[in-house]
């Protein structure tokens, strides 16, 4: 166990300096101004120019670059160019809005579809299978942005429901209670949107498993003793083909946060896709180094607490 | 008796597939109405109505009548425009997928193939690449180097490589213990022929599946992107951009919404189940006899 980890370790801190040059390289070799006013702004004096490039520590060769916003980042240092304010803060502001939204947006996919991937495997093959399939596609097709706007014309024109930002703009609330439906509310609506693709995505995926486990002997004993048909998939069939679900989570955390830059958008809602979105517009490139980085580096941790809770879930995974 | 070549029974097992059938044929529309009209505007000509003609007498106008599917807020024809965002969308998801494939193949193929730390180095970078929110690393990059559609196709491809990586490097591992390989290294045959003349077609099915899976991958990334002002630039109309200008009236007039929407929609479903399709009537094990 403790080898295994330090192993995973290892292979960890590999792939965070990898993902580090990616993320640093990817945006400074990228050509195109860094500076958020355009290169050849004539009202920019010359002076103003070098003292930012001092600033960034732009003047300097790539690889010194790199180790500054390395080390700015882990220090805490590193400011945005718009508003000169510490990007991690920027970024602690913006994340619990964008955890809370994928966390129920994760969880809505890995229940829906659940659901609907066992009931493909029950009908397998057969009409009911077929039509869960071309569902799934008909999700995985919907554009995030087509559906939110259908969303809102439905929800806002028909109901007249609030569904913009956080929270119902200048609303004082009667009790918590009314407070906490209305924030849940607001992060409801582009949550459902956000999971559509991870229901459709989760389904396919245990329905692949699942057939395969619906093959083995144990299935056959199963219901030779005359269990009934929900025993047989939720308790035997669902049991041994939920280690693929967990990876699966693991690969739908950073399809979660691409579909968030959209959607956090629509939906005014202040995550960290719209801090994305915002400082690709002003082309504040320490915030998108940063922003890359810490995004990639939550989804490594993720795909290793998937590791050790596969060992966990499946007593047949040892970890040496 | 005459036997079946691979191709050939996928190919019946393809067309006996009920959403096969209605997929190829809603991609083969698609398709042919982009083709058509890429052809038709290389000589000047555009049906029914100049996709960029402003006609501020029309504005808005709900679908139809003369405008079918309506015109939006400078009096441009709807339909005309989706017609024109066609072949955008297509050329990008087919052009992004083969610079994609390029690059997952020749990865994916030295990495199985070979092995040892070359397999190590290239997976590790597979691993961490895949950690990155892939859209959010389009989005950046494309922003960085400025908006056109030779970089949209070029950055959707380059990020977009890496699960085609995996599968081929999968594949690569268990054909090159084949014996027909073994034969051929016997034979004395160099590695990149072994690779490419005797592994790869073995290893051409699975491989073109992803191919078609990963085009409607491409035309909702450009889409998205061009959506968010970082795709095509006006006033050539994408689906993207038709609605990013209709969204402000959006209580209004609908039309700017819906349509491009469902044409988006469509050719991506067509891609995704005619690719579906594909992937199943290639599978050996699940004939029924």
Same mark, same amino acid.
């Given at each position: 166990m403790i080898a295994f980890l330090v192993r995973r370790c290892l292979v960890g801190v590999v792939l965070l300096f990898l993902i580090s040059v990616i993320s640093f390289f990817i945006i400074t070799l990228t050509p195109g101004s860094p500076y958020p006013w355009g290169e050849l702004n004539p009202k920019i004096s010359p002076e103003v120019k070098e003292a930012y490039r001092k600033k960034f520590h732009l003047d300097k060769p790539l690889l010194q670059q790199y180790g500054f916003i390395m080390r700015d980042l882990f220090s805490g240092e590193l400011r945005?160019?718009?508003?000169?304010?510490? @990007?991690?803060?920027?970024?602690?502001?913006?994340?619990?809005?964008?955890?809370? &939204? $994928?966390? &129920?947006?994760?969880?809505?996919?890995?229940?829906?579809?659940? #659901?609907?991937? @066992?009931?493909?495997?029950?009908?397998?093959?057969?009409?009911?299978?077929? @039509?869960?399939?071309?569902?799934?596609?008909?999700?995985?097709?919907?554009?995030?942005? #087509?559906?939110?706007? &259908?969303?809102?014309?439905?929800?806002?024109?028909?109901?007249?429901?609030?569904?913009?930002?956080?929270?119902?703009?200048?609303?004082?609330?009667?009790?918590?209670a009314a407070e906490f439906f209305d924030r849940f509310w607001h992060v409801a609506v582009p949550a459902c949107v956000l999971a559509i693709g991870g229901v459709a995505a989760q389904s396919r995926f245990l329905r692949a498993t699942m057939s395969e486990a619906l093959r083995e002997d144990y299935i056959r004993t199963a219901r030779a003793k005359g269990l009934s048909e929900d025993e047989v998939l939720y308790k035997h069939a669902l049991r041994n083909s939920i280690r693929p679900l967990v990876t699966g989570i693991g690969l739908l955390l950073p399809a979660l946060i691409s579909g968030a830059v959209i959607i956090e958008n629509i939906f005014a809602y202040p995550g960290i896709g719209r801090l994305g979105y915002e400082a690709v517009?002003?082309?504040?490139?320490?915030? &998108?180094?940063?922003? $890359?980085?810490?995004?990639?580096?939550? @989804?490594?941790?993720g795909n290793l607490i998937s590791d050790l809770l596969y060992a966990w879930v499946d007593p047949r995974v040892r970890i040496e | 008796m005459k036997t079946e070549t691979p191709v050939q029974r996928t190919l019946r097992r393809f067309f006996r597939n009920p959403v096969g059938v209605v997929s190829f044929g809603l991609?083969?529309?698609?398709?042919?109405?982009?083709?058509?009209?890429?052809?038709?505007?290389?000589?000047?000509?555009?049906?029914?109505?100049?996709?960029?003609?402003?006609?501020?007498e029309a504005k808005l106008l709900p679908p139809g009548g003369e405008h079918w599917l309506g015109t939006d807020n400078l009096g441009r024809d709807v339909f005309s425009r989706i017609l024109q965002g066609s072949y955008i969308s297509l050329s990008v998801g087919f052009i992004a997928v083969f610079v994609s494939l390029s690059i997952g193949v020749v990865v994916g193929a030295v990495s199985g193939y070979l092995g040892g730390w070359v397999d190590n180095v290239l997976m590790r970078a597979v691993d961490a690449i895949m950690c990155f929110p892939s859209f959010f690393l389009i989005l950046t990059v494309v922003a960085m180097l400025g908006p056109n559609i030779v970089n949209v196709i070029v950055v959707i491809g380059l990020v977009s490589w890496t699960g085609t990586a995996r599968l081929v490097r999968a594949e690569f591992l268990t054909l090159r213990e084949t014996e027909y390989v073994r034969?051929?290294?016997?034979?004395?045959?160099?590695?990149?022929?072994?690779?490419?003349?005797?592994?790869?077609?073995?290893?051409?099915?699975?491989?073109?599946?992803?191919?078609?899976?990963?085009?409607?991958?491409?035309?909702?990334?450009?889409?998205?992107l061009s959506y968010l002002g970082f795709g095509v630039q006006p006033p050539q109309a994408t689906w993207g951009n038709i609605i990013t200008d209709g969204k402000v009236y959006i209580l209004d007039a609908w039309w700017l919404i819906v349509f491009p929407g469902l044409a988006i929609f469509l050719s991506a479903l067509g891609f995704y189940l005619v690719g579906d399709s594909l992937r199943q009537a290639a599978e050996t094990r699940s004939e029924r006899t």
């Amino acid at each position: 166990m403790i080898a295994f980890l330090v192993r995973r370790c290892l292979v960890g801190v590999v792939l965070l300096f990898l993902i580090s040059v990616i993320s640093f390289f990817i945006i400074t070799l990228t050509p195109g101004s860094p500076y958020p006013w355009g290169e050849l702004n004539p009202k920019i004096s010359p002076e103003v120019k070098e003292a930012y490039r001092k600033k960034f520590h732009l003047d300097k060769p790539l690889l010194q670059q790199y180790g500054f916003i390395m080390r700015d980042l882990f220090s805490g240092e590193l400011r945005s160019i718009k508003d000169q304010r510490p @990007v991690l803060r920027k970024i602690g502001e913006r994340l619990p809005a964008t955890v809370a &939204l $994928n966390a &129920l947006s994760l969880a809505l996919s890995l229940s829906f579809g659940l #659901w609907l991937g @066992v009931y493909a495997v029950r009908h397998y093959g057969r009409f009911p299978d077929v @039509v869960t399939s071309v569902l799934a596609f008909v999700f995985i097709a919907l554009p995030g942005f #087509w559906v939110s706007y &259908l969303a809102v014309i439905g929800l806002v024109d028909f109901t007249g429901a609030p569904i913009l930002g956080l929270q119902t703009y200048g609303v004082k609330y009667p009790g918590l209670a009314a407070e906490f439906f209305d924030r849940f509310w607001h992060v409801a609506v582009p949550a459902c949107v956000l999971a559509i693709g991870g229901v459709a995505a989760q389904s396919r995926f245990l329905r692949a498993t699942m057939s395969e486990a619906l093959r083995e002997d144990y299935i056959r004993t199963a219901r030779a003793k005359g269990l009934s048909e929900d025993e047989v998939l939720y308790k035997h069939a669902l049991r041994n083909s939920i280690r693929p679900l967990v990876t699966g989570i693991g690969l739908l955390l950073p399809a979660l946060i691409s579909g968030a830059v959209i959607i956090e958008n629509i939906f005014a809602y202040p995550g960290i896709g719209r801090l994305g979105y915002e400082a690709v517009l002003e082309r504040d490139y320490p915030t &998108l180094v940063a922003l $890359n980085f810490i995004v990639a580096a939550l @989804v490594l941790l993720g795909n290793l607490i998937s590791d050790l809770l596969y060992a966990w879930v499946d007593p047949r995974v040892r970890i040496e | 008796m005459k036997t079946e070549t691979p191709v050939q029974r996928t190919l019946r097992r393809f067309f006996r597939n009920p959403v096969g059938v209605v997929s190829f044929g809603l991609v083969a529309v698609v398709i042919t109405v982009a083709a058509s009209v890429a052809v038709l505007s290389f000589f000047g000509w555009s049906i029914p109505f100049d996709p960029n003609a402003t006609n501020l007498e029309a504005k808005l106008l709900p679908p139809g009548g003369e405008h079918w599917l309506g015109t939006d807020n400078l009096g441009r024809d709807v339909f005309s425009r989706i017609l024109q965002g066609s072949y955008i969308s297509l050329s990008v998801g087919f052009i992004a997928v083969f610079v994609s494939l390029s690059i997952g193949v020749v990865v994916g193929a030295v990495s199985g193939y070979l092995g040892g730390w070359v397999d190590n180095v290239l997976m590790r970078a597979v691993d961490a690449i895949m950690c990155f929110p892939s859209f959010f690393l389009i989005l950046t990059v494309v922003a960085m180097l400025g908006p056109n559609i030779v970089n949209v196709i070029v950055v959707i491809g380059l990020v977009s490589w890496t699960g085609t990586a995996r599968l081929v490097r999968a594949e690569f591992l268990t054909l090159r213990e084949t014996e027909y390989v073994r034969a051929a290294r016997c034979l004395g045959q160099g590695n990149w022929k072994i690779i490419f003349r005797h592994i790869l077609p073995n290893a051409a099915a699975p491989i073109f599946v992803t191919a078609v899976l990963g085009i409607p991958d491409a035309i909702l990334a450009e889409a998205g992107l061009s959506y968010l002002g970082f795709g095509v630039q006006p006033p050539q109309a994408t689906w993207g951009n038709i609605i990013t200008d209709g969204k402000v009236y959006i209580l209004d007039a609908w039309w700017l919404i819906v349509f491009p929407g469902l044409a988006i929609f469509l050719s991506a479903l067509g891609f995704y189940l005619v690719g579906d399709s594909l992937r199943q009537a290639a599978e050996t094990r699940s004939e029924r006899t």
